[in-house]
């Protein structure tokens, strides 16, 4: 099972900080990736970090301000979320593959990828 937290109200310009973990299974063998939906939208994926959290990608629309990272050790993934607008709200839903081997790239932001999903955590950006 994965377990999304830290979604909150948050100001335009700010930041937050996601969390992914699971506690059943070891993340190190996966490909790990956040979507978000907003109401009346379809899912969107946002990132994704390869298994060994070596290699990642980005939605054109966060890249730069929104960072992932995963730490095997702890079998967590973290999407760091910064210079927050309007338009990142959403309820963000964390979704692994098991894909020991490939690389991340725009394949891991399509949610016909993905295994496992969370039952997601609520961003709302507003002032």
């Known amino acids: 099972e994965l377990v999304e937290s830290g979604g909150q109200s948050a100001l335009p310009g700010g930041f937050l900080t996601l969390t992914c973990t699971s506690s059943?299974?070891?993340?190190?063998?996966?490909?790990v990736a956040w979507f978000r939906q907003a109401p009346g939208t379809e899912r969107e994926g946002v990132s994704c970090v390869s298994a060994s959290g070596k290699s990642t990608n980005y939605a054109d629309s966060v890249k730069d301000r929104f960072s992932i990272a995963k730490d095997n050790d702890k079998s967590i993934v973290f999407l760091q979320m910064k210079r927050l607008k309007p338009e990142d709200t959403g309820v963000y839903y964390c979704a692994a593959a098991s894909r020991p081997s490939r690389a991340a790239g725009d394949w891991c932001r399509s949610a016909e990828s993905m295994d496992l999903w969370g039952r997601g955590t609520t961003v709302t950006v507003s002032s």
């Open positions: 059943a299974f070891q993340l190190d063998n996966y490909v």
